[in-house]
């Protein structure tokens, strides 16, 4: 920032930002108007442009996932709700429905940049893995699938995902945990 504001017109000083931006915080979207301004300055620079082009991909799958994950949302506090009111029947319709917009937004996103939507969507890839996993415990799914599928958001986060106490799922993704590093 201080390179920056010292001289504006320094065009390796956008890149070399808009790069930190990306691999240290996840920022693609700091990064994205970086690299914008980095090509005011430098409009036929390869590397600049294969950045560029990369991040509008990003941008673009970034609008498909938060889709998939608010209509997600939606229908998961609608099957809470029913399942409040003792409605098991119509909730499950609405948690199934759930599960599946988690889904396609997990398979959307690159599992090599679990948190790349973190800052953008105040979500990660994990978070929506568990929010699935939630889905299945409340749809009474089969305890072999849960415990997979935790175990993969365990791999997927490299051990960083950890749910809020006393949420559920939160006791059988430790226990997952535990039996994961015994194993």
């Not at 301004?37 to 442009?49: M, R, Y």
């Not at 997600?72 to 009111?85: D, Q, S, T």
Request: aromatic share 8%; net charge negative; glycine share 4%.
């Amino acid at each position: 920032n201080e390179a920056i504001n010292l001289s504006p017109n320094y065009s390796n000083s956008y890149y070399m930002r808009a790069v930190s931006s990306l691999t240290l915080i996840n920022d693609w979207e700091s990064s994205l108007s970086d690299i914008k301004k980095f090509l005011t300055l430098e409009p036929s620079d390869e590397a600049g442009n294969n950045l560029s082009n990369a991040l509008n991909l990003v941008k673009d799958k970034s609008v498909a996932i938060n889709k998939q994950i608010s209509e997600g949302n939606e229908n998961f506090e609608k099957g809470e709700e029913l399942l409040e009111a003792s409605k098991d029947k119509e909730a499950s319709e609405f948690l199934n429905k759930a599960v599946l917009k988690y889904e396609k937004a997990i398979l959307s996103w690159d599992k090599n940049h679990p948190y790349l939507y973190e800052k953008s969507h105040s979500t990660s890839l994990p978070q929506i893995m568990f929010k699935k996993i939630q889905c299945r415990l409340h749809l009474k799914d089969e305890m072999d699938i849960i415990l997979k599928e935790c175990l993969e958001i365990y791999k997927t986060s490299a051990g960083r995902f950890n749910p809020k106490e006393g949420v559920l799922g939160a006791k059988i993704y430790s226990m997952a945990k535990v039996l994961n590093d015994n194993a």
